[in-house]
């Protein structure tokens, strides 16, 4: 067991699912969804995460014992920003268990932990740290109005040329923004779409 395996999170959610989004778009995942949040999206999907003291948290302990029963290999930690902890200890342990893990996170915080995919979507509404551009496996990038494809090529320049990146529609305006979308990496081939699947499955 990880030295620090009492260190308690306030977890929103915990499920086992598929990964939506993304590089591993299609790929059993287990979830672990870390409230709070100070990043404040105005179209968040998950604004009941933002307070975290409403949650009850859970050690390190407990859920490496949940995750390791899980037959997938891929362990997502998301928020809320779930960077705004210290995850050593987490990520320790789900390595311990002999996990993948990526985060998802918009890159305002240093992340502790030594995660295996890092997935970079920054927002307008506070800036990221200057490691987040280094660690970027992927940039994801939500598009919610026509200017913000001019603010994905300038976030783009910052990230490592092996860094994928991705344009998402937001969700609400997903029917009017696909097709500027599509017609965008069409005529912009080092950007990918990434679609959030698991809505259109209708799973967690």
Not at 99 to 107: D, F, L, N, Q, R
Not at 172 to 194: D, M
Request: glycine residues 6%; contains cysteine.
């Amino acid at each position: 067991m990880t030295q620090n395996s009492s260190t308690w999170y306030p977890v929103m959610e915990h499920f086992y699912t598929l990964q939506g989004e993304g590089k591993h778009t299609g790929t059993s995942a287990y979830f672990i969804r870390l409230g709070g949040c100070d990043v404040g999206c105005v179209w968040c999907d998950v604004k009941e995460s933002w307070d975290a003291a409403v949650y009850p948290k859970m050690n390190v302990a407990e859920l490496k014992q949940i995750v390791s029963q899980c037959p997938g290999n891929l362990v997502v930690i998301t928020g809320g920003e779930p960077a705004m902890y210290d995850l050593n200890p987490l990520v320790d342990a789900l390595h311990e268990a002999g996990k993948y893990i990526a985060i998802e996170t918009s890159g305002t915080s240093i992340l502790t932990g030594a995660v295996d995919w890092y997935t970079f979507s920054p927002k307008k509404f506070k800036e990221p740290v200057e490691e987040a551009y280094q660690k970027a496996s992927e940039l994801k990038i939500v598009i919610f109005h026509k200017s913000d494809f001019a603010w994905a090529e300038e976030q783009a320049k910052n990230v490592s040329a092996d860094c994928i990146l991705y344009l998402q529609p937001e969700w609400s305006k997903r029917e009017q923004l696909l097709p500027l979308i599509i017609e965008y990496v069409k005529n912009h081939p080092t950007w990918k779409i990434s679609l959030q699947t698991h809505k259109y499955l209708e799973i967690p």
